[in-house]
């Protein structure tokens, strides 16, 4: 059954006071700080709701609901700065369910593999800066050398000696690198998930900066309109206006860009030859990701890069997002590949078709 407009609307304000109430500043500030970098509190909270696992069917262990639910919780999230693998897990259920496996409990990350040349079928295969890797069940996915697709889920208690090597990103979120060992439980799934996984993967990331973009839009708003130079708010000054509308601009193109995406993969569309909408989304979102970034600190001054103010908890987090998953040269690369080969011969579409999607 489909989700009414006044249905979303609740669940986006309910989803949004609930992390606003636990994400705090401080909070965010010190989950980054500390070993696990994660707030568990927050984390068993949400759990606790079952919006961990919105999207996924019931069936398989998940909340039920669709997609489109499941984006509206990514772009909260990333408004709010949240410190949990809220939309890795959202994904990696989507792909277990998909594959037809049941989902476990807890924290769930999704992660695409390379394989070793020569190695055995369980090991070699190495899984590079996974989001949360150290708290959280690892879903992989990935492709043999003979093209038949894998998948692999690996609990934290079950990861090799020596695994995961602890990293992190801008922002303080943990990004490990984990090799899978020779009795990682590997199974064989149907083709076509790998590349499914690899879409969820951008997509949610690109959902991410659309909330984390539109909390920064937030946050100067208040701050100009708040704050006096020479006698008037400074969002009075031309110039500032002009930024601002600027920043406003790429807003709207990052959040319309990713609802498009998200609408497209909830429809079931295979994308193939065509052109990719979350493809195009995270492009844009890391594109405009950085523009968003630099006029809010621009117009807030040296106060918004204090350790736990919003805003340097915001743009941190879109300068590391952008480059997750898919960077905006990389993106826009692949784009400019699909329209060539549909473009070039007669095995392609034809370049109308291909932009127009008819």
Known sequence: MSTTDAERELLRETVGQL???????ERVAAAAGSEAGWDAATWQVLQETGLTLVGSPEERGGSGGDLSEAADIAVAAGAAAAPVPLAETLAAGMVLARAGLDI??????????????????????????VPYGRVATVVAVGAGADGREWLAVVPPEQLPP????????????????????????????????????????????????????????????????????????????????????????EVAVISAATQAAAADLAGGKPGGAGISPVLAAKAQASAGAGTVAAIAHQLHGAIGTTSEHRLRLTTTRLWAWREEDGTAAECFAALGREAVAAAGGPAGPGLWPWLSRS
């Open 104 to 129: 476990p409990a807890g924290p769930l990350t999704l992660a695409g593999a390379v394989s070793l040349a020569g190695a055995g079928r369980g090991g070699g295969r190495v899984l590079t800066r």
């Open 162 to 249: 020596g695994q995961p090597r602890a990293g992190r990103n801008l922002a303080g979120e943990p990004r490990d690198d984990i090799e899978l060992g020779p009795d990682a439980p590997v199974r064989e799934v149907a083709a076509g998930t790998a590349e499914y996984a690899g879409r969820l993967r951008r997509l949610f990331r690109s959902l991410l900066i659309a909330g984390a973009a539109q909390r920064a839009l937030e946050l100067t708003i208040t701050y100009v309109t708040e704050r006096e130079q020479f006698g008037r708010p400074l969002g009075k000054m031309p110039v500032v206006q002009a930024e601002l509308a600027r920043m406003a601009g």
């Open 19 to 25: 992390l606003a109430e636990h994400c705090t500043p």
